[in-house]
């Protein structure tokens, strides 16, 4: 089963996707299985990560600015070649386990949309095996 969802993002931003995820799962009525979660843009990515203090959040963007910051010697016409290598470094999808209904978190994860070049509309997929 495939669930197909959409958000509008700011300029930069991890957004908690955790409950989109949930109930997905839910409704596949799969209990036992994996959960793909999946971004299909290059500027973006899905990533887990702590949900309890919303300051990691914003460690992490800091940190990935830090890492990956925009080159002078970059050549992409786009201008978001920082983006492109972030999206990379986070990657495109995650892999979940599914028990009894659920997905197999821990208590300080959640999963998480990373926006690295926004605002846009984006889109994420979410496919229930069973
Ligand atoms: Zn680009």
Redesign the pocket.
């Known amino acids: 089963m495939l669930f197909e969802f959409s958000l509008n993002t700011p300029a930069e931003a991890m957004v908690n996707i955790t409950t989109e995820v949930r109930h997905a799962i839910k409704e596949s009525g799969v209990n036992e299985g994996i959960c793909v979660v999946y971004c299909p843009h290059?500027?973006a990515g899905i990533t887990i990560n702590e949900n309890a203090d919303p300051d990691v959040v914003k460690d992490m963007l800091l940190g990935l600015n830090k890492t990956f910051p925009d080159l002078p010697e970059f050549r992409?016409a786009?201008?978001?070649?920082a983006?492109?290598l972030k999206s990379t470094c986070v990657g495109a999808e995650k892999s979940i386990i599914i028990s009894k209904g659920k997905p197999v978190l821990g208590t300080w994860q959640g999963i998480y949309f990373c926006e690295f070049?926004g605002p846009r509309t984006r889109k994420f997929y979410v496919k229930i095996l069973g």
């Not at 786009?78 to 070649?81: P, V």
């Open positions: 290059t500027t992409h786009e201008g978001n070649s983006a492109h070049d």
